[in-house]
């Protein structure tokens, strides 16, 4: 057995991958809640924006939260 060289990633690839997967990870989730969470005018909209953010990994998800339909103050709910 080489034990000249390493056949795999240096860890510092491997913590940078799984890092922007988290990242992505977490950005999806936020973005689907807020999908979700929002009231839309057709039917099926909730799916395509979902599927947006879902195939179109960092962009979908930007995508919507600068597209996304503001919320008037009569329409957020209140916690008190």
Known sequence: MNSDGNPTLPLAFDLAWTAAFVVWLLLVGVAWVSIL????RRRGAAFWWCLLVLLMPFTGALIWFLARPKTSESDQRTSS
């Open 37 to 40: 969470r929002t009231s839309h």
